[in-house]
């Protein structure tokens, strides 16, 4: 696939088995290419799915489809476990379909410190850098334990 934007960056020398320049097969000019990602899990969380692994993504979907679709294997989290009647009433709907997920885990929340339409609608911020901070300490353990005891403790 064709990458814009990368023309005067390091990033080509320093990945040569990412990026690569050739010639376009549109045109004689020269573009960067991106080997194309697959990797073995995505984990995506939604706002409804049911028990089989349908998913609705609710609002702006961003790459989510795509990497359920790139990945090797899709773990859904979702905010809602609904019936499966539902995906059967409107099917256009459903995002991701079952047969491209593994495993389903209600976990209402699960996109916090994030957003997830409608049920949390700001970033918080607070969360995020505490978040950051713990990945940039490499105490990423630590974090989720104290997420998970004050979602505990309400």
């Not at 990026?19 to 194309?36: I, N, R």
């Not at 949390?120 to 989720?144: H, P």
Request: aromatic share 10%.
């Amino acid at each position: 696939m064709g990458v814009g934007g990368l023309w005067g960056s390091d990033l080509i020398a320093q990945r040569p088995e990412f990026f690569q320049v050739m010639k376009s097969p549109f045109s004689d000019e020269e573009v960067v290419t991106v080997k194309a990602l697959r990797p073995d899990w995505a984990i995506i969380h939604v706002q409804e799915a049911d028990q089989y692994g349908n998913a609705r993504i609710l609002g702006s979907d961003f790459q989510d489809v795509l990497l359920s679709r790139a990945a090797k294997k899709t773990i859904i989290t979702t905010e809602k476990l609904v019936e499966t009647q539902t995906f059967q009433q409107e099917p256009k709907l459903t995002s991701i379909p079952y047969f491209l997920v593994e495993a389903v885990v209600e976990a209402p929340g699960g996109a916090k410190p994030g957003i997830c339409f409608p049920n949390y609608k700001t970033v918080d911020d607070t969360g995020m850098k505490a978040y950051g901070q713990a990945i940039k300490e490499c105490k990423f353990n630590e974090y989720l334990t104290k997420v998970i005891e004050e979602r505990d403790a309400k």
